[in-house]
């Protein structure tokens, strides 16, 4: 699983701010990332220690969201 840098609250305000063209970066925690993240991902939020309430997957080229499937 991956994350927003950006701690969004919701799922909607990802799609709302990649909709209003902002730069959304993504990284995936832990000793097992290899850098940016490219092709498909899977997001998660908010924030730990939070409880997870959203889950979206996307496609990230060189660390950052260019698309949410569907």
Partial sequence: ???TVKN???GKAVRDALKA???IRVYQPGPFSNGALNGT???EGPHYPE???WYLSGTAKDG???KINK
Avoid: E, Q, S
């Fill in 41 to 43: 991902i899977y997001l």
């Fill in 51 to 53: 409880p997870h309430r």
């Fill in 64 to 66: 950052v969201l260019v």
């Fill in 8 to 10: 969004y609250r919701t």
């Fill in 1 to 3: 699983m991956a994350y």
């Fill in 21 to 23: 063209g902002d730069v």
